[in-house]
């Protein structure tokens, strides 16, 4: 008899582990690790995950009283190891084991059962099935047929397929009716009819030129350091990391491109995350011009049935190279060898719901559990992993640091320009662009070259505020202040998506809800401003484009907007922090930064390095090509040691001053950080459970190794969303304790209270 380990999705902290049940002989040959079964589970019927299969049972386990496996209800999604690494994020991450699994099953697999006519159990899925397309082609008898005159639809039919092959489908759009034609025609024998799979998601052609990666004539000598360090790592098999640490522009491309060729020539496969879904057009045509149709592709944007068939072509062995997403990273790839994360230092590599993981830690075990290497490439990297690499190892695998300090041919790194607007601001003037910026734009436009604006905020102000009694709109769900957007005459709140039809002053309409006063005015600027004003300043034949969440919202619009930024002779981008990075357009000469203060002053340690990060990036995409380019700040803090340091591109000054900070207020490098957040309708309610949270641990803490620190429970600096009151604890612990675990067993402490839930982030990255 055989026994499977099996997971119950019952995503609750009381059901903590896995469960044995016994393997029926009639599943002998389908239950494995991996598989999707349905179980009995305290008198009732659950969906469960099998981690694994033994063959005895742990000793003092009655074999008698062991249920049995009632059904298998999906083939497996992953192996021994997928569910090893899952098991490590339920314990580092404190989630439900069973809430991890779930990011490795097929792509809109539900947990919802129910049964079919033959009354067995099946598992609902959501439109995820393959699609079989017919297709129709000629067979040797019927390409010397020659229709009646009168079968008018026929004859279609026959000269169609007179030059090949053809999709029924497509065939029946020409011809209408051309499907019973079809049918009518194979049954004679003079037509023949296959049916083949059809991949979908692979993607249109795209026209950016940005989107192939022509081999280089030679590698530069940080490129060739780069491919060597990642070789040792490869050769290790034991999850070495490589941190690439290359100036924007470098060529970190090349260096992952070189080192998926020397692993695949190992018989091995690849994954390669990055960060935005605009960059997804741009890398997957780069990664497909080199190993073609070897590459699947796995984001958000693609339906369930695309995701569907682009995992599948990784889980059946037809790809071996995986472009996507954080969730790329749990792709079914079998002898993965090597884990490439682009852009490592990027927020969007931290889920920001359950389970709260970090692609750049899961993808370090998933790398240590495979014997594979681990590649992270930046510009600008994250301070844990610079602490990392200066250490040379963490969790017992080592880190090497590799710096690309040169761009490859002629290109340079641009000039930069500090802009004070505190010396240059006009109360009369209102322009969002200081004179240098302004003169930079027009002086670009005369010379049909290219420019990029950043600014992190989209809307056309930030809040609507009464010039009378002072009252700002605030979304009556949230403790948040609207944005107003003027193409929609509308305030809209950018935390739960909100929105109410106003106009500001000076409509005659506008009125404040709380004086009724007209002056209700807009402050603060806005995509929709800037893009506005661009268009009030250039010249008509200039083309303005705008790339926000507003814009970009359906499918396809990253990649169309950059293709017409691409195709444009002379245009003006517009964006948040989605065009900061990873974009390689060699005829942009400028790049400005409406208001470098955007992230620099708000509530979170991280302010200083993501405001770095950000300008860092974004000022990288100017003089990519053989033109010189320069970049222009507006900033009201030209003194702060992170926007200086970008004007000298030299990290080290600014890097000595925020470790500083950071070793003298206990926070990540030097710590580990965790964020506890509670919420629920009741203020009362959520005070007492977080009161009581913060005792408990506290408690559990005292007198253990190493600093500890327990700060609150305080209100969120959003205090109130959709309704609910929101209530959080901070924990502070030294670098190597095992913090998801401590904290998941003080959740679990505390009496269920109804109303209130908790979110446990360990090493979070959203202190709001």
Same mark, same amino acid.
């Given at each position: ?27 002998? @040959? ?77 792509? @809109? ?44 639809? %026929? ?53 950016? &030129? ?58 091995? &496969? ?21 190993? @073609? ?7 958000? $944007? ?24 954080? &969730? ?80 490859? @041919? ?107 006063? $007209? ?141 500083? %900070? ?86 679990r402490a505390l009496p269920a209270c109804k109303g209130v839930t908790l979110a446990i982030d360990v090493d979070a990255y959203d202190m709001l």
């Open positions: 008899m055989r026994y499977a380990k099996v997971v119950p999705d019952i995503p609750t902290r009381a059901i903590d582990g896995c469960f044995d049940y016994a393997i029926p002989d009639a599943l002998a @040959g389908s239950c494995d690790v991996g598989c999707t079964v349905l179980v009995s589970f305290a008198h009732r019927l659950a969906v469960g995950y099998v981690v694994d299969v033994v063959s005895e049972l742990a000793e003092g386990v009655n074999p008698l009283r062991v249920l049995p496996v009632e059904r298998v209800l999906a083939e497996p999604a992953f192996d021994r190891v997928g569910a090893r690494l899952a098991q490590w994020m339920a314990a580092e991450y404190a989630a439900p084991a069973s809430v991890c699994l779930r990011l490795m099953l097929a792509p @809109g697999q539900t947990t919802r059962v129910h049964k079919d006519e033959a009354g067995e159990w099946r598992l609902a899925v959501d439109r995820t099935k393959a699609v079989d397309d017919r297709w129709a082609q000629l067979s040797v008898t019927g390409r010397g047929f020659v229709p009646r005159r009168n079968a008018s639809r %026929q004859r279609r039919v026959v000269e169609a397929l007179a030059a090949g092959p053809m999709r029924v489908a497509e065939l029946s759009a020409m011809v209408p009716g051309a499907g019973s034609v079809v049918t009518a025609l194979a049954k004679r024998g003079l037509v023949e009819v296959e049916h083949r799979r059809r991949i979908r998601g692979a993607g249109e052609p795209t026209s950016l &030129s940005s989107a192939s990666a022509p081999r280089p004539d030679h590698l530069t000598d940080g490129q060739l350091a780069a491919l060597d360090a990642i070789a040792r790592a490869t050769d290790a098999g034991c999850g070495d990391v490589v941190l690439v640490d290359g100036v924007t522009g470098s060529g970190k491309t090349e260096v992952y491109l070189d080192a998926i060729e020397r692993v695949r020539e190992r018989g091995r &496969s690849a994954i390669v995350l990055v960060p935005e879904i605009s960059l997804t057009a741009q890398t997957v045509g780069r990664f497909r011009s080199r190993f @073609g149709d070897d590459v699947a592709i796995l984001h958000s $944007r693609l339906s369930s049935g695309e995701r569907f068939d682009q995992w599948d072509l990784a889980r059946s062995g037809r790809v071996h190279v995986v472009v996507g997403a954080r &969730s790329a990273l749990f792709a079914p790839l079998s002898n993965v060898g090597l884990v490439i994360v682009d852009e490592e230092h990027e927020g969007s590599y931290k889920q920001d719901q359950a389970p709260r993981y970090h692609a750049r830690e899961a993808a370090a075990e998933l790398a240590r559990l495979r014997g594979a290497a681990l590649v992270l490439g930046s510009a600008t990297p994250s301070l844990e992993s610079l602490e990392r690499c200066r250490a040379g190892s963490w969790r017992g695998v080592r880190w090497t640091r590799v710096s690309m300090p040169e761009r490859p @041919g002629g290109s340079r790194l641009p000039s930069v320009r500090i802009i004070d607007m505190r010396s240059t601001f006009s109360p009369k003037g209102g322009s969002v662009f200081s004179s240098p910026l302004r003169d930079a734009l027009l002086d670009r436009a005369e010379k049909r070259e290219k420019s990029v604006l950043l600014l992190n905020r989209r809307g056309f102000a930030s809040f609507l505020m009464c010039r009378e009694c002072g009252c700002v709109p605030t979304c009556p769900h949230c403790s948040t202040a609207l944005t107003y957007h003027e193409r929609t005459h509308s305030l809209a709140c950018h935390t739960c998506g909100s929105a109410w039809p106003v106009r500001a002053y000076p409509d005659p309409s506008t009125k404040c809800p709380n004086c009724g006063s $007209r002056y209700l005015a807009q402050y603060g600027v806005g995509t929709q401003r800037v893009e506005d004003e661009l268009r009030m300043l250039l010249p008509e034949d200039v083309d303005v484009i705008r790339m926000d969440a507003d814009t970009t919202a359906t499918k396809g619009a990253h990649t169309r907007l950059l293709e017409q930024f691409d195709a444009s002779e002379c245009a003006v981008l517009v964006g948040t922090q989605m065009i900061a990075k990873g974009l390689d357009f060699p005829e942009v000469t400028l790049v400005g930064v409406v208001n470098a203060d955007t992230t620099l002053k708000l509530p979170d340690f991280r302010a200083a390095e993501r405001t770095y990060n950000l300008l860092e990036q974004v000022a990288g995409r100017a003089g990519r090509g053989e033109r010189p380019g320069e970049v222009i700040i507006q900033t009201y803090w030209a003194t702060h040691p992170a926007i200086s340091a970008v004007a000298t591109h030299d990290r080290s000054s600014y890097l000595g001053y925020e470790l500083e %900070q950071r070793d003298e207020a206990y926070y990540p490098p030097y710590s580990r950080l965790a964020n506890l957040t509670l919420a629920g309708l009741s203020e009362r309610a959520v005070r007492e459970r977080a009161s009581a949270l913060a005792a408990k641990i506290r408690a559990r803490v005292e007198g253990m190794e190493g600093e500890w620190e327990v700060l609150g429970p305080a209100e969120c600096v959003r205090s109130k969303v959709k309704d609910r009151y929101r209530r959080h604890i901070v924990v502070k612990a030294p670098v190597d304790a095992e913090l998801g675990p401590l904290l998941d067993e003080c959740a």
